[in-house]
């Protein structure tokens, strides 16, 4: 009986495919993990910070000539010493988190010089802006967050799929930018006055300890969540499996992933549980992988 069972799960468990099948891994919701507990108590005041951020550039409505849009951000409000910056020894430290349309965001850190995205597509855009901390989470106060729409005119070449340049810098007289190459992708049609969920982690890669375990973490504007008085919900599922809600508007930290790719869908639902629909952005599904 035993040896039986034994083999019916070898035979399972090495039958590895692209996703992991829903059932396959066992999450489970764990609290904060001590070691941001600590990072968090070393930090002092600046987990208390109330951020102000605002795109100075592009303009609201602006057109961009050519396919590189630079952006500039102007931080402010009660910092309490919380300051975006890259160390160079970790490789971490605060920053924002910049979204073009409804991709990935990619993290900001000096924002002395202004961040480039490069190789945007011709058409109508949206910018979404906030800040985090080394660990991703997001500061969720009143201010930190804005979105603006632009267009840009002789963009990108949508019909060539996007290198990533990484690492690879142009002989420039300039030091390099951050910045980053996208791929193809328009606007949705968004309204900034409606309930709107920004998806902002997991994303990318996840390795050895920082694989174990993955927050998910989202900004929420114009929308009050079941659990703090209002009417909607946060409704996630991983894999395509079941459907689990968030009814506060804070992170969470899931444990138990196997390795391997993996999917995270995100959607902000009303009371009845129906998707609310604002441009496409409130139903996000990225993949994430997960090595060890
Ligand atoms: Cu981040």
Same mark, same amino acid.
């Given at each position: ?130 800040? !985090? =901390? @080394?660990?991703? +989470?997001?500061?969720?106060? *009143?201010?930190?967050?804005? %979105?603006?729409? /632009? ?48 998806? !902002? =982690? @997991?994303?990318? +890669?996840?390795?050895?300890? *920082?694989?174990?375990?993955? %927050?998910?973490? /989202? ?74």
């Amino acid at each position: 009986m035993a040896g039986c069972q034994q083999s019916n799960e070898n035979a399972n468990t090495t039958a590895t495919t692209a996703a992991t099948p829903p059932g396959a891994q066992s999450l489970t919701v764990i609290p904060r993990p001590q070691k941001i507990v600590d990072l968090m108590k070393a930090r002092g005041e600046q987990d208390d910070a109330k951020p102000t951020l605002k795109i100075a550039m592009p303009g609201k409505n602006a057109t961009i000539n050519g396919s590189t849009v630079e952006v500039k951000l102007e931080l402010s409000g009660d910092l309490k010493g919380y300051l975006p910056h890259k160390d160079p020894a970790t490789g971490k430290g605060n920053h924002i988190h910049v979204i073009l349309d409804n991709q990935p965001y990619e993290a900001y850190y000096e924002l002395g010089q202004p961040f480039e995205l490069r190789n945007v597509t011709e058409g109508k855009h949206t910018l979404r802006v906030f800040a !985090s =901390r @080394p660990w991703h +989470e997001s500061y969720k106060n *009143d201010g930190n967050f804005q %979105m603006v729409e /632009f267009n840009v005119k002789g963009g990108g070449d949508a019909s060539k799929p996007t290198t990533t340049k990484d690492g690879q810098t142009m002989a420039s007289p300039t030091p390099a930018r951050e910045g980053k190459d996208y791929a193809p992708s328009k606007a949705g049609d968004v309204d900034a006055t409606r309930p709107l969920l920004t998806y !902002s =982690r @997991p994303k990318g +890669e996840y390795k050895g300890e *920082d694989a174990d375990p993955i %927050m998910i973490d /989202f900004w929420l504007s114009n929308a009050k969540l079941q659990g703090e008085g209002g009417q909607y919900r946060v409704r996630y599922s991983i894999d395509g499996g079941n459907a689990k809600f968030l009814d506060k508007w804070e992170p969470i930290w899931l444990s138990g992933w196997i390795t391997g790719k993996h999917t995270v869908k995100l959607e902000l639902v009303d009371k009845d549980g129906n998707a609310v629909d604002n441009g496409g952005y409130n139903s996000t599904t990225r993949d994430i992988t997960v090595t060890r």
